[in-house]
């Protein structure tokens, strides 16, 4: 079964610019999730998408960011303008539904992750 | 909202050591609870759950965790620790409210396991 896919890798842009990240989630997960992990800090939540719709975004810093799924499966993450704190790595996930995370094989995968450096 | 403590930033051993990372949880209802690992270039990737019912829960490659409700403590265990475990481990609990369910993520232990 593939895995969660992230694009790119790493990115190196300068404050003030824009910048897209892109997920693949696992075929057949309705739930997908955005994540922002600082250096030396956990994963924290920005956005969850159950399909096509915004479940929960109270974390998303809405003046720059912003995310979209359109076709319930890939999504995008753009940040602009990007600050120097925006350095870090935009982890995305995704699970087999919204449901309670603690059922049978709702387990929710994570790719590998996008680090951005803003300079 | 719920928030997780992690007590140890970085934890070195030697190869055979015992391990335990501590995790404290802030009450907020029902406890779900998780440890999930990171391995050098690798994604996170679960390591064991708790929901209810044994508070000793078993996970991949020999982890074991404990829920211990009067401390607010997930701890993570394994008896003999190998180089393959060096890794950053993050405890987790799960909030739910307004129609979603969130991972409360701490900030994570880097274990390094010495030959």
């Known amino acids: 079964e593939a895995g969660v896919a992230q694009s790119p890798r790493y990115k190196i842009i300068e404050k003030r610019q824009s910048v897209a990240f892109w997920c693949n989630p696992i075929?057949?997960?309705?739930?997908l999730y955005w994540y922002q992990q600082i250096l030396g800090q956990g994963p924290k939540l920005l956005i969850q998408?159950?399909?096509?719709?915004?479940?929960?975004d109270s974390q998303l810093p809405k003046d720059r960011f912003s995310a979209e799924r359109l076709k319930g499966v890939d999504s995008t993450l753009k940040i602009q303008p990007a600050k120097l704190e925006d350095s870090a790595v935009y982890l995305c996930?995704?699970?087999?539904?919204?449901?309670?995370?603690?059922?049978?094989?709702?387990?929710?995968?994570f790719g590998p992750g996008t680090r951005l450096t803003v300079l | 909202a719920q928030s997780v403590s992690q007590h140890n930033h970085h934890v070195i051993l030697s190869e055979a050591a015992s391990l335990e990372l501590g995790c404290n949880y802030s009450?907020?209802?029902?406890?779900?609870l998780f440890w999930y690992v990171q391995y050098p270039g690798q994604h996170l990737q679960l390591l064991l759950k708790?929901?209810?019912?044994?508070?000793l829960v078993k996970g991949i490659k020999g982890f074991e965790a404990e829920f211990i409700k009067s401390k607010f403590s997930f701890n993570l265990r394994k008896p003999s620790v190998q180089w393959s475990d060096t890794a950053e481990y993050f405890c987790?609990?799960?909030?739910?409210?307004?129609?979603?369910?969130?991972?409360?993520f701490g900030k994570g232990t880097k274990l390094s396991v010495i030959p």
């Open positions: 996930a995704s699970s087999l539904t919204l449901l309670n995370l603690m059922l049978a094989n709702n387990e929710q995968f």
């Open positions: 075929s057949g997960h309705a739930t």
């Open positions: 998408f159950q399909n096509n719709g915004v479940v929960d």
């Open positions: 009450y907020g209802g029902t406890v779900n």
């Open positions: 708790y929901f209810s019912g044994d508070p």
């Open positions: 987790a609990s799960l909030y739910s409210g307004a129609g979603s369910y969130q991972l409360t």
